[in-house]
């Protein structure tokens, strides 16, 4: 089984964001930051859960969302 991908996580990844693998309690983390973020509570710039994994996401590694 993979390991969540998460930085400094060391759970099993047991289900995934935008095809990334990570553990349960992420998933819901980001989950909270995601219908945070589209109510406008927060900014982009906050969802740091999510920004840990942007990277490894399909979009993550196209040039023209790097700025994100």
Known sequence: MK???HILCSSAATTSWAL???CR???EKIEE???????????S???????DIYHL????????????
């Open 25 to 27: 309690r992420h998933r």
């Open 57 to 68: 996401t399909p979009w993550g590694k196209d040039e023209k969302f790097a700025k994100i």
């Open 3 to 5: 390991k969540c991908s």
């Open 20 to 22: 990334v693998p990570i």
């Open 33 to 43: 930051e995601h219908a945070q973020y589209y109510q406008r509570r927060i900014i």
């Open 45 to 51: 710039i906050n969802r740091r859960n999510y920004m």
